[in-house]
C-alpha cells in the first residue's frame, strides 16, 4: 500500500460523504414533494427551481438558529448524542457496492478502484452492527435530556428497534446461504446472470418472503411512518429529540433521512442485485456508467416505497406494533428460514437419503 | 483480516466527528444567545414541570430487551452455519434445524406465558398462576 492507495481512499471517502449530503438534501425535497402530491397540496416550490434548494434553505436557517441547552440536562451525553447519531449513519454505506470497478494508472502501476467504500469480508454483520449502534443515539438523547417525552421517546425507541433487529437478521439468513459469503460484493456477484435469460438472478425471486419481512424490518428500524411511534408528535411531542435545536437538531434530521438512504440501499444490494442489469452489450464507459444508474434506480424505487408507505398507512398503536414484530414476523422469518433452507439443500446436496 | 479494509472506515470516522464538530461549534458561533428561565426549563407543553422524569419506566421494555438477546445471539449463530452452508451440507442443517426447534419452542412458551403481549389488563396481571389453576379446577 503506498500513496496513491492512500489517495484513492481518501478520494473514496470523500465521494461517499457527499454523496450521502447530496442524497438527503435531495430526498427531503423528494419526500415532501411525493407526500405533498399524494395528499393534493403543491408542496415547497419557492428555493431554487420547483423548491429544489429548500433543504439547503432549512438547514441554513438552523444553522442560524439558537442552540438552546435546557437545565435539566446531563451534559456530556446531551452533546455527545448528536455527534452519536451520524456515525452510523455514514459508516454503514461504506460497504455498499455502487458500480463495477475501473482500473487507472497512477504512479506507473494499474490499479483496480471498486466502486465500494471498502469490501470488508464480514460486510453483512458490519452493517447489522452499525444498525444496532444507531439506537445508542436515540437512547442516549433521550435520557440525557431530563424531560418526560424525550425518555418515553428513547425507551420506545430502544424496544422498538431491538424488537425488529431480530426480525431483520433473520430475514438475512437466506441471503448469505444462497451466496456463501458475508462480503457485499461477493453476494452481488452470485447475484448476476439470468434464470433461462428472462428472469433476473436476484434474491428477491427466491427469497421474496425474505424480501417483505426485511423490508418492514427497515422501515420500523428508521423509526419511519407507520413506525414513527418514537416521536410520535401527538402523544410525546418530538420524542427524543424534544429538547435539541439549531444544529444539534439538524444532526438527528439527517442522520433519519442518510438511514433511509442507506436501508434502501442495503435492500437494494441484497434483494435486487445491487448494480446487476443489462448492459446490451455495451463496453467502455457506458458499461461502466450503467450499473451505477440502476443502483440508483433501485434504491430510489424503495425510497419512493417508503414515502408510499408513510402517505397510505396511520401509525400502529405500541401493542399493534409489538404483535407485529415478535408474534407475526419473527415466526414467520424462523419459519422460513427452515424452509428455504431445506430447499436450498435438497437442490444442492440432494435428498437427505442418499 | 486485513487491515487496511478498515482504514476508509477510519477515515470516515474522523471525517464525520469533523463535520458534525464544525457545523456545531458553527451553528454554536452564528445563533443568538438569549437565555430565559422559561426557555431553558424542560418542554412540557407550556406547563411549568412540577416533578423530575423518572427514573423507572414499565419492566415490559427490560423483558423485551432480554428477549431480543436471546434471539440476536440465535442470529449470531445461525450466520457462522450460513456461511460454511455447502460444506456442511446435511449434517449442519440437521444440526440448525434441531437448534432452531429449540429457539421456536422457546417463542412459543414465551408467547403461551404471555410475555409478548403488550396490553395486559391490570388484574389479569396481579393474578397468581396458582389462583388461575384453582380457578379451572373448580
Known amino acids: 500500500m503506498d500513496g496513491w492507495d492512500v489517495a484513492i481512499v481518501i478520494v473514496k471517502v470523500l465521494v461517499v460523504f457527499a ?3 447530496a442524497a438527503t438534501i435531495l430526498l427531503v425535497w423528494i419526500e415532501r414533494k411525493v407526500v405533498a402530491d399524494m395528499q393534493n397540496r403543491i408542496g415547497p416550490e419557492r428555493a431554487g427551481p420547483w423548491g429544489i434548494l429548500q433543504t439547503l434553505a432549512d438547514g441554513l436557517k438552523l444553522l442560524f438558529k439558537e442552540q438552546i441547552r435546557p437545565n435539566k440536562v446531563e451534559v456530556g451525553m446531551y452533546l455527545l448524542a448528536p455527534v452519536l447519531t451520524l456515525l452510523p449513519a455514514f459508516l454503514i454505506f461504506m460497504v455498499i457496492p455502487i458500480g463495477v470497478p475501473f482500473t487507472v494508472t497512477l504512479g506507473g502501476v494499474e490499479r483496480v478502484v471498486s466502486m465500494q467504500g471498502t469490501d470488508l469480508n464480514v460486510g453483512l454483520l458490519y452493517i447489522l452492527a452499525m444498525s444496532s449502534l444507531a439506537v ?4 442516549l438523547a433521550g435520557w440525557s435530556s431530563g424531560s418526560k417525552y424525550p425518555l418515553l421517546g428513547g425507551v420506545r425507541a430502544t424496544a422498538q428497534a431491538i424488537s425488529y433487529e431480530a426480525a431483520m437478521g433473520l430475514a438475512l439468513v437466506p441471503v448469505v446461504f444462497y451466496a456463501g459469503s458475508l462480503s457485499i460484493s461477493e453476494i452481488v456477484a452470485a447475484q448476476s446472470g439470468t434464470w433461462g435469460g428472462i428472469v433476473p438472478r436476484w434474491n428477491i425471486v427466491p427469497l421474496f418472503l425474505s424480501f417483505v419481512i426485511f423490508f418492514i424490518a427497515i422501515i420500523a428500524e428508521t423509526n419511519r411512518a407507520p413506525f414513527d411511534l418514537v416521536e410520535a408528535e401527538q402523544e410525546i411531542v418530538g420524542g427524543f429529540h424534544t429538547e435539541y435545536s439549531g444544529f444539534r ?7 433519519e433521512y442518510i438511514n433511509m438512504f442507506n436501508m434502501s440501499a442495503i435492500a437494494a444490494t441484497l434483494f435486487l442485485g445491487g448494480w446487476n442489469g443489462p448492459t446490451f452489450g455495451l463496453t467502455g464507459f457506458v458499461s461502466w456508467l450503467l450499473p451505477i444508474i440502476y443502483f440508483f434506480i433501485k434504491t430510489f ?4 416505497i417508503f414515502m408510499w408507505v408513510r402517505a397510505t398507512l396511520p401509525r400502529f398503536r405500541y401493542d399493534q406494533l409489538m404483535t407485529l414484530g415478535w408474534k407475526r414476523l419473527i415466526p414467520a422469518a424462523l419459519l422460513w428460514l ?5 430447499v436450498v439443500g435438497w437442490r444442492q446436496f440432494g435428498a437427505p437419503w442418499t | 483480516m486485513n487491515l487496511a479494509d478498515y482504514l476508509p472506515i477510519a477515515i470516515m470516522l ?12 458553527l451553528g454554536n458561533l452564528l445563533g443568538p444567545r438569549r437565555p430565559t428561565p422559561e426557555k431553558l426549563a424542560p418542554y412540557e407543553c407550556g406547563i411549568v414541570p412540577e416533578l423530575e422524569p423518572s427514573q423507572r419506566f414499565p419492566v415490559k421494555f427490560y423483558l423485551v430487551a432480554m428477549l431480543f438477546v436471546i434471539f440476536d445471539i440465535e442470529i449470531i449463530f445461525l450466520f457462522a452455519w450460513a456461511v460454511r ?4 451440507g446435511w449434517f449442519g442443517l440437521a444440526a440448525v434445524g434441531i437448534f432452531t426447534a429449540l429457539v421456536i419452542e422457546t417463542l412459543g412458551y414465551v408467547w403461551k406465558r404471555g410475555a409478548l403481549d403488550w396490553n395486559i389488563p391490570r388484574r389479569a396481571r396481579y393474578r397468581l398462576s396458582h389462583d388461575v389453576a384453582d380457578e379451572e379446577a373448580a
Open chain 1, 136 to 139: 445508542y443515539a436515540v437512547v
Open chain 1, 249 to 255: 437538531f439538524a444532526c438527528f434530521f439527517l442522520a
Open chain 2, 14 to 25: 474522523l471525517l464525520v466527528i469533523v463535520f458534525a464538530g464544525a457545523s456545531i461549534g
Open chain 1, 301 to 304: 424505487v424503495l425510497i419512493f
Open chain 1, 338 to 342: 427452515v424452509l428455504s433452507a431445506v
Open chain 1, 19 to 21: 454523496l450521502l449530503l
Open chain 2, 85 to 88: 452452508f455447502r460444506e456442511l
